[in-house]
């Protein structure tokens, strides 16, 4: 239903198109329902960890270590995709979550072992799904019409993140989080539906190979990723936690309802933004959407230290919404160009892969020191003034591009 949903307005608004219908279809919705499945569960994995007794440090520990695992094994990922192909990739990864997710149930159980057992198979599910999906969106774009594309994506992304919250905190209140977490795994079971109708699309252009790599044109945009991966963790992992100990620290499992409905109220706004930024990217604007984006983003992560109510983080979030859009779509566009103009595709992806990990691992480390050093709530509003200065990054990538 899904994907016939979706082949009806791509066929409409993209008659222009070289990749058939079909591919970008099946691309949208299995990405759509895989969202839906990690916000399901998945995100709220950091604060269930909490509730279940664990520190802070902890948490941050077991999270860089999880990013610092996923930049070792980014270039296996490429090498996979290489060979076996964007949809079959994609297909493990999904079925590779299904065991994450249920071992996360079982926490309560079992306890460290199934804390291992989840880490391990979403770390690999998860960069195997980011090289598959980069790849493959690089390959079936329009380069006319990318900024209008990547905010198509942008809008059911956020439309899924916007219901899915409330959904899994509503099955956490009234029937347990280690249930929010199985009906997650059913949900990656469905997201990989899709994909088996799909062609098997090795990218045989392309070799995974050093010799010819275009390095002064990669490292820039390389090195910004990894501010956005730093983002990542400052923007979700980090500010969960954060609401959960500093707004709401006597929240039994009402806080996953909370959570999710503080992340459903910027809906509205992403959708808005989405497809002015798209019209903006494709009127080759990008590279000032970007900066503005980055600028704006800096002030938002400035603005979290001043959180002290409920609704000043909804605000947070609102502004959140409009910055961040700005920066990843943009982000994005100069990314699936750049990795179009290198020649090596897959491998100039698996560097980009690398890099926003490795960012995410140096987030995790601040937070761990900041809240090892200061702690408590202090903790959190040091690493945000942190993350302020370190978005700053995203603004270096020089993406070719926007210097044209």
């Not at 409409?12 to 990405?31: C, D, I, N, P, Q």
């Not at 948490?59 to 980014?74: D, E």
């Not at 020649?343 to 990990?357: A, D, P, V």
Request: charged share 15%; with cysteine; proline share 3%.
């Amino acid at each position: 239903m899904i994907k016939s949903f979706l082949y009806r307005i791509l066929q409409r608004r993209h008659f222009w198109r070289v990749a058939t219908f079909g591919e970008v279809a099946e691309l949208y919705a299995s990405r759509t329902l895989r969202v839906a499945a990690i916000y399901i569960g998945a995100g709220f994995t950091s604060v269930f960890l909490y509730k279940a007794g664990y520190s802070v440090v902890f948490i941050m520990s077991f999270w860089a270590i999880i990013y610092f695992c996923k930049a070792l094994i980014s270039p296996i990922a490429g090498i996979v995709v290489a060979r076996i192909g964007t949809a079959h990739g994609a297909l493990i990864s999904n079925l590779l979550y299904i065991p994450a997710m249920l071992a996360l149930g079982f926490m309560p159980q079992f306890g460290l072992p199934a804390i291992i057992v989840f880490a391990v198979f979403m770390g690999v599910s998860g960069t195997l799904y980011e090289m598959c999906f980069y790849v493959e969106f690089s390959r079936v774009k329009n380069a006319l019409h990318a900024g209008k594309e990547i905010g198509f994506m942008n809008i059911l992304e956020k439309m899924t993140i916007s219901v899915s919250p409330v959904i899994g905190g509503a099955i956490a209140l009234f029937f347990g989080v280690q249930v929010t977490m199985w009906v997650a795994s059913i949900l990656f079971g469905l997201s990989a539906l899709p994909l088996f109708k799909t062609a098997n699309k090795t990218e045989k252009k392309q070799r995974i190979s050093v010799r010819g790599f275009p390095w002064r044109m990669a490292i820039p945009s390389m090195f910004a990723k990894s501010a956005e991966g730093f983002d990542i963790v400052a923007t979700t992992i980090v500010w969960g936690l954060f609401i959960a100990i500093s707004l709401f620290p006597k929240e039994g499992n009402d806080i996953y309802v909370i959570l999710g409905g503080l992340s459903s109220v910027t809906i509205i706004v992403a959708i808005i933004a989405s497809i002015t930024y798209g019209r903006i990217i494709d009127k080759s604007k990008g590279g000032e959407l970007m900066t503005v984006g980055v600028i704006s983003n800096a002030l938002v992560h400035i603005s979290r230290v001043f959180v002290a109510t409920p609704a000043s983080a909804v605000g947070v979030n609102i502004v959140n919404e409009v910055a961040t859009t700005a920066q990843n779509m943009a982000f994005l566009r100069g990314m699936f160009d750049a990795a179009d103009v290198s020649g090596h595709r897959i491998m100039y992806l698996i560097g980009i892969e690398i890099m926003n990990s490795l960012g995410a691992t140096v987030a995790c480390v601040i937070m761990i020191l900041c809240a090892v050093f200061i702690g408590g709530v202090d903790g959190f509003r040091m690493f945000y003034v942190v993350a302020a200065v370190a978005i700053l990054g995203v603004g270096t990538a020089r993406f070719p591009l926007y210097r044209k």
